[in-house]
């Protein structure tokens, strides 16, 4: 991803390295602090690509970057491509899970249900910030939003996964039916 | 210390008898503070409605005891019971529970007049909360002439009405876009930060998560419980 491609679109006018940090941290609601020397490195690398080009100085003297043709070339495919949905790269909670069920002196049930509540407990964490105002602005609020979003997804699969366990255990306890279900009366 | 503005205790409630019987709820114990909102979750079929009519005392509980504002919903009888859910309970139901014949205000209108508020002051109120919900100028047009958010609103105005203590809300926000459920969220949290209690019964982390606890329900049973435990309710417990 792409700290590059979202510093190259800010860039749709010339800005100074700390201006471009503090642009980027603004728009996204501070939920990814970049340190400066992280910008000024990226920087650099898209100035040997060819991607930004220095673009003097402004009146306080601070040297400007601008975009080069390329560069402009480059956030507008940014913009045009879907970001690819790659297969996460170890996502801790799902490999716990799958282990937790093949080791028979875990307690699935309690892993899931204390992961639920610090997940749950991080959507009211968003809530407040959202009624704090730090959802306010319109691209902070899309940012905190997506956050939302994703714990509520989380909260969702672990609620499938517990009924999901429960019908296993269920299945594998009950006595082998004698009669098709409902005539058993 | 304040008292709970709802309290159940060892709440069981079975229907039907012999083969047929099914255990809706089996001893759930618990309590809303004023100011607090608590959320209900779990799979369908879990006894989430059935706690929460019973809560509101619109069934009774087979054992077990329910306290709405200090009175002891057994002890009040049935017209104590009609009273209290007239004045003291807002019931946002599963299905919106509105009337067909009646514009939005006499819908909001109805649970005043019942309790004999002069009908232009009951208006008033009604128009109030309608506007309350961003429904000015709905007022006075039939359930089935608006949308099903729209419906949602006038079913939540009904509920806030006239300064209830008590909130409860199942699936209030039923069908609705993420946007206007959380209009609805905000409507019900408004009021209990003005002092009601709240439950809200909701099968949506998102909106949950509004919710100052969130108590999970299986098979009639609480099993868990994620949030902070209200100071009354903290300092209840050190005294007993
Ligand atoms: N009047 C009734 N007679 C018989 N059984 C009932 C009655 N009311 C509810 N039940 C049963 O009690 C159990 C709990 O029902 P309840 O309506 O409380 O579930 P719920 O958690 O609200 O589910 P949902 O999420 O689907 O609304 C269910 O098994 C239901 O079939
Ligand atoms: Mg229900």
Same mark, same amino acid.
């Given at each position: 991803m792409s700290v590059k491609h979202a510093l190259l679109a800010l860039l749709e006018k010339p800005r100074y390295g700390y201006e471009l940090r503090a642009e980027f941290e603004q728009r996204t609601g501070a939920s990814w602090p970049l340190n400066v020397g992280q910008v000024y490195t990226t920087l650099s690398r898209l100035e040997r690509d060819g991607l930004v080009e220095a673009g003097g100085t402004d009146a306080e003297g601070r040297s400007l970057y601008q975009l080069t043709e390329a560069g402009q070339a480059e956030v507008k495919g940014w913009f045009d491509t879907p970001v690819e949905r790659t297969q996460p790269q170890r996502d801790e909670l799902a490999i716990k899970l799958a282990v937790a069920v093949a080791v028979p002196s875990v307690d699935v049930g309690k892993v899931v249900q204390q992961q639920r509540n610090a997940t749950m407990q991080a959507l009211q964490g968003y809530r407040r910030q959202a009624r704090s105002g730090a959802g306010d602005d319109l691209p902070g609020g899309l940012v905190l939003d997506r956050l939302v979003f994703a714990a509520e997804a989380e909260i969702r699969w672990l609620d499938h996964c517990e009924s999901r366990l429960r019908r296993a255990a269920a299945s594998s306890t009950a006595p082998e039916p004698v009669q098709p279900e409902g005539e058993s009366r | 210390m304040s $008292?709970?503005?709802l309290r159940l205790t060892d709440v069981s409630r079975v229907h039907g008898t012999g083969a047929a019987e099914v255990h809706a709820l089996r001893g759930v114990s618990l309590a809303a503070y004023a100011g607090e909102l608590v959320a209900i979750m779990g799979p369908s079929g879990s006894g989430k409605s059935s706690l929460l009519t019973i809560a509101g005392g619109l069934d009774s509980p087979t054992s077990g005891s329910v306290e709405v504002a200090g009175q002891d919903l057994d002890e009040a009888g049935i017209s104590g019971r009609a009273k209290l859910r007239r004045t003291s309970v807002g019931y946002v139901?599963?299905?919106?529970?509105?009337?067909?014949?009646?514009?939005?205000a006499e819908n909001v209108a109805l649970p005043l007049e019942l309790d004999g508020a002069g009908r232009r002051a009951a208006q008033k109120a009604a128009r109030a909360a309608l506007d309350e919900v961003g429904l000015d100028?709905?007022?006075?047009?039939?359930?089935? $002439?608006m949308s099903g958010g729209q419906r949602q609103r006038i079913a939540i105005a009904r509920a806030i009405v006239g300064d209830r203590r008590l909130i409860l809300a199942d699936e209030p926000t039923g069908a609705l876009d993420t946007e206007t459920g959380e209009d609805i969220l905000r409507l019900i949290r408004a009021r209990c930060d003005a002092g009601a209690a709240g439950v809200l019964v909701t099968h949506e982390p998102r909106y949950a998560s509004w919710a100052d606890r969130v108590i999970y329900v299986r098979d009639g049973l609480v099993v868990d419980e994620a949030g902070e435990t209200p100071d009354a309710a903290l300092a209840e417990e050190v005294e007993a």
């Open positions: - | $008292e709970p503005v139901f599963q299905d919106f529970n509105l009337i067909p014949a009646l514009t939005a100028g709905f007022a006075d047009r039939f359930p089935d $002439e």
